[in-house]
C-alpha cells in the first residue's frame, strides 16, 4: 500500500479592499504610474487611509500627497478604528483620493 503525503498550506484570507505593503519607498514606478495601483493621479490629487461600510466611506487618516503614503498608513488607521469601536472588524480598509479642493478632516488626523 502506498501512502500519499500531502502538505498543509495555512487559510489565506483575502479582503477584497485591504492592500497594505509598507515596502513602497517612491510613489511613482519608473514609467510615471502610481506603484500602488499602476495609474496615472493628476497632481491635484489627496489621498485617504479609509474605511468602507456599505456604500459610505470614513476618512479615517490623512490627507498625503501619495497613493504609496496613504496605503502605507492603511494598517494604522485599521488598528485605530478597531481600538475605538471593535465591532468594525468586518469593514473594509484601504484607500481613498480626492481632489485637493475638496479636503475634508480625517477622523484621526493625518
Given at each position: 500500500?502506498?501512502?500519499?503525503?500531502?502538505?498543509?498550506?495555512?487559510?489565506?484570507?483575502?479582503?477584497?479592499?485591504?492592500?497594505?505593503?509598507?515596502?513602497?519607498?517612491?510613489?511613482?514606478?519608473?514609467?510615471?504610474?502610481?506603484?500602488?495601483?499602476?495609474?496615472?493621479?493628476?497632481?491635484?490629487?489627496?489621498?485617504?487611509?479609509?474605511?468602507?461600510?456599505?456604500?459610505?466611506?470614513?476618512?479615517?487618516?490623512g490627507p498625503y500627497l501619495t497613493h504609496a503614503e496613504a496605503d502605507?498608513?492603511?494598517?494604522?488607521?485599521?488598528?485605530?478604528?478597531?481600538?475605538?469601536?471593535?465591532?468594525?472588524?468586518?469593514?473594509?480598509?484601504?484607500?481613498?483620493?480626492?481632489?485637493?479642493?475638496?479636503?475634508?478632516t480625517a477622523i484621526f488626523g493625518k
Open positions: 500500500m502506498t501512502r500519499k503525503t500531502s502538505t498543509t498550506v495555512a487559510p489565506i484570507k483575502i479582503v477584497a479592499y485591504e492592500h497594505h505593503n509598507p515596502m513602497y519607498t517612491s510613489p511613482v514606478g519608473l514609467d510615471g504610474t502610481c506603484i500602488v495601483c499602476g495609474k496615472e493621479h493628476p497632481e491635484d490629487r489627496r489621498f485617504y487611509a479609509v474605511m468602507k461600510k456599505s456604500d459610505r466611506k470614513y476618512l479615517l487618516l502605507n498608513n492603511v494598517a494604522r488607521g485599521t488598528e485605530l478604528a478597531r481600538e475605538a469601536d471593535p465591532r468594525v472588524y468586518r469593514y473594509e480598509f484601504g484607500v481613498s483620493e480626492y481632489d485637493d479642493s475638496y479636503e475634508p
